[in-house]
């Protein structure tokens, strides 16, 4: 597997399933890793912001990682997100994750806090450079407060070999020319958006870590090709379709809303570890409607 190739196509940042009592489900997190690798899927994104790592004890991160790694047996790369609330365990956090057997890092800023581009730029490169993996930096400044500029990207990217992607959630497509324009194919680009897809497919991205693949990844997979294969043109048709479904990613309660998607189609449960709590009343009713439509009227792949 060449680096350049586990940074393309549809890699899901998959959810944490959890039981009942609030403990991971490993025996479900295991099989829906292989569900999603036999639809199509190219690689699997634990511990970011839709795997409620922030919610996760350091143990139990370490615990999935070595779940997945177990689980897809080399089939496809383990690339997991590395953040914390402090640069330290973020540091142990990524050699656990090369110990593990994992084949690169998706790098977070810490949680919580949010700084200038000193502390923020000291941050990744204690992270980058605590191993030898290939690294994808996650920029999501609606999220975590943080933006990473093109700038700073090119500057990581010159400064360290092993920057090799960029998953780019910032809302505005206009970053990725901004990206290509400065380091045009030393990097990778991959959306971090779900309903920003065709768009960014259309700006150069090579890959998507998606979320709503979690409960669609036959129509994830599709829509990406015919994004990649095709332009927007040919992706139109499936596109509309996936849209309003796709849209849940981009607010507060998209743990809830994406878990409830996954329960609906059979994929999954929509226990999520507090202080997240499954949506009710008025959002709860604006969801069902549009999984349902999406479920009466889903396409024939």
Known sequence: MSNASIWRGVIPAITTPFTADGQVDHAFLARHANQLIDAGC???VPLGSLGEAATLSFEEKVAIIRTL????????PVIPGIAALSTDEAVRLAREAKTLGCSGLMVLPPYVYSTDWREMGAHLRAVITATDLPCMLYNNP????????????AELAHAYPN????????????????????????VELLVGMDDAIVEGVAMGARGWIAGLVNAYPK?????????????????????RWFL???????????????????????????????PRLAVVGAEREAALRVIDHAIAHAPKL
Request: aromatic letters at 6%.
């Open 142 to 153: 609606v999220a975590y407060k943080t933006d990473f500029t093109p700038e700073q990207i």
């Open 163 to 186: 920057v090799q992607a960029v998953k780019e959630s910032s809302g505005d497509v206009r970053r990725f020319a901004g990206i290509r324009a400065l380091l045009g194919d030393r």
């Open 42 to 44: 190219t690689g699997i």
């Open 244 to 274: 309003p479904l796709l849209r849940l990613d981009t607010v507060p309660t998209f743990v809830q809303l994406i878990k409830l998607v996954q329960a609906k189609v059979g994929l999954g449960s929509e226990q999520v570890r507090a």
């Open 69 to 76: 790694v177990q689980a897809l047996n080399g089939r496809a």
């Open 219 to 239: 129509e994830s997979v599709k829509l990406f090709e015919l994004a990649r294969d095709g332009g927007a043109d040919a992706a139109l048709e499936l596109y």
